[in-house]
């Protein structure tokens, strides 16, 4: 149960997690349209898909505007004939705490991620609705829309905002025969590049070794290859009953998160005044209270960065 015949949009497929989405979906037998917004570089994409068999074509574009969500849809149709799967992956990154953070910088990235994964999954919608397509919409979260991350606050809006939509969307959607789902990656990018933590990952995938078991296993931190399976499996016909779901891939794990749901409830009679909880909410509530944030095993002694000593408890991120 290949993906033969179907066509593929990945925005921010140019390089890192987008371009191995591409490549995969190539592999499984789909023609795609590769996006970025450096020419040379969705040139040099689109000659990688081919150079492995696929069959590839660019759009040099920002996502954001509808404009060009409709630029793409019409490249996919007019390429290849028709579209079936959308996955939104492009993004950017303006990491700051609160404080620090522009109203430039929330914007940017809010345009990018939010915005973009709305105007390129409306405009997709559309097209699978009139042309009695069961598309498939792949849309791409991360653990900080999940949990949260210290100085991602514009990030985080924004991944925790695609979450929102696709179980919207899964609604709206479902009657059409169009599913939407939400993949949460967890590999080696340029961003965990620069984390400290990360460091003898990073650099054992850069050297085209494997990472060692501690990452691959018990932190589920893998590469774009480990991630790209499951974004091609949501976009076949096999996932066809998989509708509304946020779905994790990393390294040796794949996790399926759970919808927020009451972690504990009471009632009183009357409701709930300002000295009812002053008097009650500590012992009703205080030992059910919900984490935030990330919270990271100590690395072992052998994998520890070179440039300074991890901390020996377990670091916590946000």
Request: hydrophobic content about 45%; charged content about 20%.
């Amino acid at each position: 149960m290949d993906l033969s015949g179907k066509v593929a949009i990945v925005t921010g497929s140019g390089r890192g997690l987008g371009l191995a989405y591409a490549r995969e979906l190539a592999r499984q037998g789909a023609a795609v349209v590769v996006n970025d917004i450096d020419s040379a570089v969705a040139a040099e994409a689109v000659r990688t898909i081919e150079a492995d068999g696929g069959k590839a074509a660019a759009v040099v574009a920002p996502v954001g505007t509808t404009d060009v969500a409709q630029q793409l849809v019409q490249a996919a149709v007019k390429e290849f004939g028709r579209l079936d799967i959308l996955v939104t992956n492009a993004g950017i990154l303006r990491d700051k705490s609160l404080l620090k953070m522009t109203d430039e910088d929330f914007d940017a990235v809010i345009n990018v991620h939010l915005r973009g994964t709305f105007t390129c999954v409306r405009e997709a919608f559309a097209y699978f609705k009139e042309n009695g397509v069961s598309g498939r919409i792949i849309t791409i979260g991360s653990p900080t829309g999940q949990r949260g991350t210290f100085g991602q606050t514009n990030y985080a809006a924004a991944k925790a905002g695609i979450v929102g939509m696709v179980r919207t969307w899964a609604l709206e959607m479902k009657k059409a025969g169009v599913t939407a789902n939400v993949v949460i990656p967890v590999a080696a990018t340029a961003m965990t590049k620069t984390v400290p933590y990360f460091q003898k990952a990073v650099e054992a995938d850069e050297r085209g070794e494997a990472m060692p078991a501690f990452f691959r296993h018990d932190l589920g931190f893998g590469t774009a290859d480990d991630v790209s399976g499951l974004v091609a499996f949501l976009a076949s016909d096999a996932a066809a009953g998989i509708n509304g779901q946020v779905i994790g891939a990393g390294g040796d794990r794949l996790q399926l998160w759970t919808h927020p749901d009451a972690a504990a409830t009471e009632y009183r009679e009357g409701g709930w005044g300002y000295q009812d909880l002053v008097e009650d909410f500590a012992s009703l509530f205080g030992d059910k209270l919900q984490g935030v944030g990330e919270e990271f095993l100590p690395l072992p002694e052998e994998l520890q960065p070179e440039a300074r000593q991890a901390p020996a408890e377990p670091a916590k991120v946000g």
